[in-house]
């Protein structure tokens, strides 16, 4: 008997205008790491007109503007995040915890009937150390195979992590992955690596769906931009690497029994 999906997805408006959403979202976090709207675009399989549209609306509609052009340096200036646009990510990420703790609890609730869409890189895990650092909580887990991740939470998530006794789901959602060859792997400057081999690959309707193998860890599952994809030469059988950055490392407490 098949089993139908949850589909839990969301979005903000300003003023009867969409304003952030997940496409959004990431585009900020890329120009956030790489200083560059272009590499940002770049990134998402997007076009510079499309990243640079998409920046112009949110500055427009938010209170102060989230990113702005940087004159001078060594490479001709470039491109950052104000401080409103990184408390946006702040507040998008506490937003998100929300809906996937929702769409978590709402799989048991329908006694296991209901299978929830994308949660795959899903892993049981336990809080290695916490810490308040730049408005943020830098949390280190540990999972099954050896696997070490840092995750950043909001501040006000501190009570949770603080009281987190009947156990931890590390939740990583398969379009925050960015697939590496392994020779690249040091220059991406992400912290949370994972290293497999390529055991699936499927074509889906504007990305490809690839599957590494990690061993005792497990599997993981990356969506890759179908534009991005062929440049990366990998196959089935090959060594990759899917890496992301601290902000998409979701913690889903719940208990021991799920």
């Known amino acids: 008997m098949k089993q139908d999906s949850?589909?839990?997805?969301?979005?903000?408006?300003?003023?009867?205008?969409?304003?952030?959403?997940e496409g959004r979202i990431r585009l900020l976090r890329n120009i956030m790491d790489t200083g560059s709207i272009s590499k940002a675009a770049k990134m998402m399989g997007m076009s510079y007109k499309a990243a640079w549209d998409d920046i112009d609306a949110m500055n427009k509609l938010a209170d102060a503007p989230l990113v702005v052009r940087v004159a001078g340096g060594k490479e001709g200036g470039g491109t950052k995040l104000t401080e409103a646009g990184v408390n946006t990510l702040r507040y998008f990420d506490s937003l998100q915890l929300v809906l996937e703790q929702f769409m978590w609890a709402s799989h048991f609730m329908m006694d296991g009937?209901?299978?929830?869409?994308?949660m795959k890189n899903c892993f049981r895990?336990?809080?290695e150390s916490a810490a308040k650092k730049d408005g943020y909580i830098e949390v280190?887990?540990?999972?099954?195979?050896?696997m070490k991740l840092v995750s950043f939470l909001p501040e006000d998530a501190m009570p949770d992590v603080e009281n987190m006794k009947d156990g931890l789901l590390?939740?990583?959602?398969?379009?925050r992955l960015f697939l590496i060859s392994p020779e690249h792997v040091k220059g991406v400057g992400m912290r949370n690596i994972f290293a497999g081999e390529i055991n699936s690959i499927r074509k889906r309707q504007g990305?490809?769906?690839v599957v590494l193998d990690m061993g005792a860890a497990g599997e993981i599952t990356a969506d890759v931009s179908s534009e991005i994809f062929p440049?990366?030469?990998?196959?089935?059988g090959a060594q990759f690497c899917a890496a992301c950055q601290e902000f998409d490392v979701l913690l889903l407490f719940c208990h021991s029994d799920v």
């Open 6 to 21: 949850l589909v839990g997805r969301f979005w903000t408006k300003k003023d009867g205008r969409n304003y952030l959403g």
């Open 113 to 118: 009937g209901l299978s929830v869409d994308g």
């Open 125 to 127: 895990g336990k809080i």
């Open 140 to 146: 280190i887990t540990s999972g099954a195979g050896g």
């Open 170 to 175: 590390i939740r990583i959602l398969p379009k």
């Open 207 to 209: 990305y490809v769906e």
């Open 231 to 236: 440049g990366l030469n990998a196959s089935i």
